[in-house]
């Protein structure tokens, strides 16, 4: 799934290549992705687009005040052509949800690989009217996202660490990749309750979440669309790597699976050496 630093990327290389060029038309093969109706998508044909932005994983495209929002979900993605066919895509044939086509002959597809059709695309008048945006906490690297306000956060959740950090209401932005990630680098169990972190560990995971959201999104920043998938990969320690070394400390990364997606730590590093069970077990192996 794209998390914050791949659409932060993309809303970076889209302010590229889009902002000041007009919306020729927008196709919608699967027109399930659309989500709202009014304005029609229709309404984006001849405006300009202005503006590129990003909230939460939520991509914003602001064209002369309307707004194209798209959360790509876990199998969508954004592929950039420098020249779109001029026949519209046949409904309900192959991965492509919607095509928006801009002035000049470019634009881009979003695509979702498959069975699973969770992209959302919402044309609105204001970005709060898309239910997801609405619901969103504090961005994960707002400046005003201190330690002590992330304490207050996670007391406030009482779950999980892991699901805290991926709750989009509590912290906008990280998903399930970058929060193995974050869980790693602060040498925290996933299944440590929330709101029970020492100081020393609130601001170890404080640091882990800035300094590895920040790393991942220098790294993307200027990548090209259809690179940003293997970049992402490169940058993973932990996080869909199990069975292979830990690069900190040697040990095994090891798999919790859940029923549609996993997550993975070092038992050395995270654990105190200790195996997790099957999360929905909720307790460790003796």
């Given at each position: 799934?794209?998390?914050?630093?791949?659409?932060?990327?993309?809303?970076?290389?889209?302010?590229?290549?889009?902002?000041?060029?007009?919306?020729?038309r927008?196709?919608?093969?699967?027109?399930?992705?659309?989500?709202?109706?009014?304005?029609?998508?229709?309404?984006?044909?001849?405006l300009?687009?202005t503006?590129?932005?990003?909230?939460?994983?939520?991509?914003?495209?602001?064209?002369?005040?309307?707004?194209?929002?798209?959360?790509?979900?876990?199998?969508?993605?954004?592929?950039?052509?420098?020249?779109?066919?001029?026949?519209?895509?046949?409904?309900?044939r192959?991965?492509?949800?919607?095509?928006?086509?801009?002035?000049?002959?470019?634009?881009?597809?979003?695509?979702?690989?498959?069975?699973?059709?969770?992209?959302?695309?919402?044309?609105?008048?204001?970005?709060?009217?898309?239910?997801?945006?609405?619901?969103?906490?504090?961005?994960?690297?707002?400046?005003?996202?201190?330690?002590?306000?992330?304490?207050?956060?996670?007391?406030?959740?009482?779950?999980?660490?892991?699901?805290?950090?991926?709750?989009?209401?509590?912290?906008?932005?990280?998903?399930?990749?970058?929060?193995?990630?974050?869980?790693?680098?602060?040498?925290?169990?996933?299944?440590?309750p929330?709101g029970?972190?020492?100081?020393?560990?609130?601001?170890?995971?404080?640091?882990?979440?800035?300094?590895?959201?920040?790393d991942?999104?220098?790294?993307?920043?200027?990548?090209?669309?259809?690179?940003?998938?293997?970049e992402k990969r490169?940058?993973?320690?932990?996080?869909?790597?199990?069975?292979?070394?830990?690069?900190?400390?040697?040990d095994?990364?090891?798999?919790?699976?859940?029923?549609?997606?996993?997550?993975?730590?070092?038992?050395t590093?995270?654990t105190?050496?200790?195996?997790?069970?099957?999360?929905?077990?909720?307790?460790?192996?003796?």
């Amino acid at each position: 799934m794209p998390e914050l630093p791949e659409v932060e990327a993309l809303a970076s290389f889209l302010r590229d290549r889009a902002v000041g060029h007009a919306v020729a038309r927008v196709d919608t093969p699967a027109i399930s992705a659309l989500k709202t109706f009014d304005p029609p998508v229709s309404a984006l044909a001849g405006l300009e687009v202005t503006a590129v932005g990003r909230y939460g994983k939520f991509l914003d495209l602001d064209v002369s005040g309307v707004h194209l929002v798209v959360h790509l979900a876990r199998a969508g993605w954004l592929h950039w052509r420098d020249t779109l066919p001029a026949a519209p895509p046949k409904p309900g044939r192959g991965p492509i949800a919607l095509r928006l086509h801009l002035d000049g002959g470019g634009g881009f597809d979003l695509t979702e690989q498959g069975t699973q059709k969770k992209l959302a695309a919402y044309v609105v008048r204001t970005v709060t009217d898309v239910p997801g945006i609405a619901r969103l906490g504090v961005d994960a690297l707002d400046p005003a996202l201190t330690a002590d306000r992330l304490g207050e956060l996670l007391k406030a959740h009482g779950g999980q660490l892991k699901g805290a950090l991926t709750d989009q209401a509590t912290i906008a932005g990280i998903g399930n990749a970058y929060s193995d990630e974050i869980l790693h680098t602060a040498k925290l169990s996933p299944f440590k309750p929330a709101g029970r972190l020492a100081e020393g560990e609130l601001s170890r995971l404080h640091a882990a979440m800035v300094t590895t959201l920040r790393d991942a999104v220098d790294r993307s920043i200027g990548q090209q669309a259809a690179t940003l998938k293997s970049e992402k990969r490169s940058g993973l320690r932990v996080h869909a790597r199990a069975g292979l070394p830990c690069p900190v400390c040697g040990d095994t990364v090891r798999e919790v699976s859940f029923a549609d997606r996993s997550l993975q730590y070092c038992a050395t590093c995270q654990t105190n050496g200790q195996i997790l069970a099957d999360r929905r077990l909720s307790k460790l192996l003796k």
